[in-house]
């Protein structure tokens, strides 16, 4: 793979038992810049690395993984090492137990399920994405890969965050998120063949996002707000460190 080529932002890269890996450089911001390529990237676990996954990983120089995933997720699929980590952040945001409260406190279910879902995370997961734009507020800790066991949810309000701190255009926001549904496709697929009621949960869909941003609006007075005061992040120095100029 070569790392001095950036293509468009967003691309896949394809590794053989890494889904849904990608980095976060070059979106375009509102001020006229770009994110910087090589700094951010997002994943599904990392269980299943190959030899080659690990040096195609050790060679971007990967030295922070965030991890969303609960107890009993890890303990399925424990991450691989890469000789190039120096620290991995465990902030579980338990994805079975939320399910379980949506589908006790209220009844609903498929994609208005999910909405629910998202709406909950939003307020439940405060404390693990707090400290998520803690540990971003420290550029010595990237290149930085965060993740979850698919990368579609609880690493896509994660990077829809990242992607809003940093004054990325809202609907290059719900891009990023949809790749999900590209890029797991097939995963999807053979999830579907063996558990075809759960198609919801297990879908990529643009209302999900919007119930997100639509809760996060009405309970805590906008994105920017969210981020700043409910997540702490620090917005001008991620923007300092996080974008560069247009070429």
């Not at 949809?178 to 209302?207: F, N």
Request: a negative charge; charged letters at 25%; proline letters at 4%.
């Amino acid at each position: 793979m070569n790392m001095e080529h950036h293509d468009e932002p967003g691309q896949l890269l394809p590794l053989e038992g890494v889904h849904n890996l990608r980095d976060l450089g070059g979106y375009p911001t509102r001020e006229g810049r770009q994110l910087r390529w090589g700094q951010l990237y997002r994943a599904g676990d990392l269980h299943d690395l190959s030899s080659r996954d690990k040096a195609v990983l050790e060679k971007r120089n990967i030295k922070t993984i965030v991890d969303f995933r609960g107890a009993q997720e890890k303990k399925r699929a424990p991450d691989g090492t890469l000789a190039t980590l120096v620290q991995t952040f465990e902030l579980p945001i338990e994805a079975g137990s939320i399910m379980d409260l949506c589908a006790t406190e209220i009844k609903v279910s498929g994609a208005a399920l999910m909405q629910e879902l998202y709406g909950r995370l939003v307020e439940i997961a405060r404390p693990q994405y707090r400290k998520f734009f803690s540990i971003l507020s420290d550029p010595a800790h990237t290149p930085l890969l965060f993740h979850c066991s698919a990368g579609k949810d609880r690493t896509g309000l994660a990077a829809a965050f990242i992607l809003s701190a940093l004054e990325v255009d809202r609907e290059r926001i719900y891009y990023d998120y949809l790749l999900s549904a590209e890029y797991l496709k097939e995963m999807i697929r053979q999830w579907l063949a063996a558990e075809p009621h759960l198609e919801a949960v297990l879908s990529v869909r643009r209302g999900y996002l919007e119930a997100a941003f639509a809760k996060i609006d009405a309970a805590f007075g906008g994105i920017h707000r969210y981020i700043q005061e409910e997540l702490g992040a620090d917005v001008a120095g991620m923007l300092e460190w996080y974008t560069e100029a247009s070429p």
